[in-house]
């Protein structure tokens, strides 16, 4: 049985399966890492839905239907685009949790002083609510993509027991 050594990650899962809820992602800067950690779980079939890898911002554009001129205004790399992919998956994937991740893990895209290598940005779309996240990593591209895959299990945990509280007390 192949498992991952991230308990952020085991927890998520946990939290989907236990409350019959399904996951998907649209990926850039990850290229698949986030969906490959998901599917590596015991019984990933009764949450994961699936993943695409659009790290070209043409794919944004195409496969998802992010508009170039978002792409055009805040760079392939941004929260704007991020939240679009994140938002626009649902014509794609129907699932409970929408993810996507864009970002600088090496150099070579729209990195700057205030947007440095390192700068990670994620959305997760849960139910109306859409949360934007953005995180500065350091090390080789590797580790920032394994901290990005960690720190994005360990927020949509905190999101699903925070909705999971919202609907036991909604009468």
């Known amino acids: 049985m192949i498992e991952t050594d991230s308990v952020a990650i085991e927890q998520c899962a946990k939290l989907l399966k236990d409350n019959r809820l399904t996951i998907a992602f649209a ?3 990850t290229g698949g890492s986030l969906t490959s950690t998901f599917a590596k779980l015991p019984e990933a079939g009764s949450f994961l839905k699936g993943g695409i890898v659009c790290y070209d911002a043409k794919l944004k554009e195409k496969l998802l239907g992010v508009p170039k001129s978002l792409v055009d205004q805040y760079s392939p790399e941004s929260k704007e685009v991020t939240q679009e992919m994140a938002v626009r998956l649902k014509n794609l994937i129907d699932a409970d949790v929408l993810v996507a991740v864009t970002g600088l893990p090496s150099a070579g895209g729209s990195e ?17 609510k859409v949360m934007n996240c953005r995180e500065l990593f350091t090390g080789t591209p590797d580790a920032i993509i394994s901290q990005t895959i960690e720190q994005i299990g360990k927020t949509i945990t905190k999101a699903l027991i925070n909705h999971h509280r919202l609907a036991n007390t909604a009468v």
């Open 27 to 29: 990926e850039s800067a």
């Open 112 to 128: 700057s002083a205030e947007k440095p290598v390192g700068t990670m940005f994620y959305s997760i779309v849960l139910g109306k």
